[in-house]
């Protein structure tokens, strides 16, 4: 069994642009963040350690954290492997996060002033930032723009993403000129190619129901703990923002939507309403639901089994008329168009807002975001 801090090499993709004469191009590596996932049942507990042991998930003084952290995550290694078998034994996220660095490279190819690589950074699973940092180092980086693939800030996501760069970076030698993007919810791109995927869902969900069947959207983002967002983490209301600019750019006048959180593990009081109780809603309203996850990118245990599985068969158990799930944005072009504007228009510094903590937007520029390098200072 490999260990919890094993480093395995990393997947960044190795398409170049052969076409144009590299030496006139700056080389920017374009590292993308995302949570990582086991990439075998083996690899389940170390992968729930590594989790565990992050002050921005387990935030308990540091002398209990690494025992409390493996005690959580032997409890939780039962319940996830069984989850990981579902999908054949791992997590799907680093292929289709290769399948999203491959697209996003190909979709700047025709850069001009820059040669654009793809490198990718998982939190909790390899590739990790130290592997990642090596080959960023390698490979002749001139310049690192950060793009965490969560669209909106958490704390225990992108803050911790960052820190962990942060890290690795000065560790590997790294001094580069960087760019952090981050709270990119309601990006105009973003949210409607958001959009035309939930417009997309919803008529093939019209299509399959029978005609006075009404149906609502649940959006459905990843949890967390209340008392993390009462500290101050900008999340909920990041998801709530993202929501509106997809409801305003979807313009179907009385859409029936809710905001509503999933995949909660620990025993703490989360944020709500939770998913499972707006199936319950439905059922009692005789509502269709449509489920759109609306904080992750990929589809990964969460997307394919919590809302996939179990909270079909919740849906089944509870009577609802009818259940339908979006897809995730995987290498969606209208995604991968969004994420390749982000990338260019935050490193030429364009002042776009950035929005961040608790209702507050943020008057600095929205590439380089202030909030960000703060947070990453703060927790290193
Ligand atoms: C206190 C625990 C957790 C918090 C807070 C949390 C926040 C959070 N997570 C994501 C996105 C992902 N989470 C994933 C897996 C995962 N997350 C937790 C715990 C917390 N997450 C656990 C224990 C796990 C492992 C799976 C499990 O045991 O159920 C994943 C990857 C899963 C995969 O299949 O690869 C993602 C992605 C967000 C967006 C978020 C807060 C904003
Ligand atoms: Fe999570
Ligand atoms: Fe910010």
Not at 134 to 161: D, F, I, K, N, R
């Amino acid at each position: 069994m490999s260990s919890a801090m094993d480093q395995t090499a990393p997947a960044g993709s190795t398409t170049l642009p052969e076409d144009r004469p590299r030496a006139a191009r700056r080389r920017v590596a374009v590292v993308l963040f995302n949570l990582g996932g086991p990439d075998r049942i083996e690899s389940v507990r170390p992968f729930l350690e590594n989790l565990f042991r992050d002050p921005a998930i387990l935030r308990v003084p540091g002398f209990i954290r690494p025992w409390l952290g493996k005690f959580i995550a032997r409890r939780r290694t039962k319940a996830a492997s069984e989850n990981y078998a579902i999908l054949g034994g791992g997590s799907p996220l680093l292929e289709l996060t290769e399948g999203q660095a491959r697209a996003l490279e190909a979709a700047l190819a025709g850069e001009t002033d820059a040669e654009y690589r793809c490198f990718i950074a998982m939190r909790y699973w390899h590739p990790m930032s130290d592997a990642c940092a090596a080959e960023v180092a390698t490979w002749g980086a001139e310049e690192v723009l950060l793009l965490p693939l969560y669209p909106q800030y958490s704390t225990t996501t992108t803050g911790s993403s960052l820190a962990e760069w942060a890290r690795a970076a000065r560790k590997a030698g790294i001094d580069l000129p960087t760019t952090t993007l981050c709270c990119w919810h309601s990006d105009p791109a973003f949210a409607a190619a958001t959009a035309a995927m939930v417009r997309a869902a919803w008529h093939r969900a019209r299509t399959e129901l029978p005609g006075g069947v009404k149906l609502r959207i649940l959006f459905s983002a990843h949890g967390l703990p209340e008392s993390i967002v009462k500290s101050g983490d900008p999340y909920q209301w990041q998801v709530e923002q993202a929501v509106a600019a997809v409801v305003e750019r979807l313009a179907m006048p009385e859409l029936d939507h809710v905001v509503c959180y999933q995949s909660r593990v620990t025993p703490q009081k989360w944020i709500g309403p939770s998913t499972e109780d707006e199936l319950e809603r439905a059922a009692h309203d005789k509502t269709a639901v449509l489920v759109c996850p609306i904080a992750f990118v990929s589809e990964h245990s969460e997307t394919l089994v919590e809302l996939d599985v179990e909270y079909r068969e919740e849906a089944d158990r509870l009577g609802v008329p009818g259940y339908f799930r979006m897809p995730a944005q995987n290498s969606d072009p209208g995604f991968i168009a969004a994420l390749r504007d982000l990338a260019l228009t935050a490193r030429a510094g364009s002042r776009r807002l950035c929005s961040f903590a608790g209702g507050r937007q943020c008057p600095k520029a929205f590439g380089d975001c202030p909030h960000a390098r703060a947070r990453a200072k703060e927790m290193a």
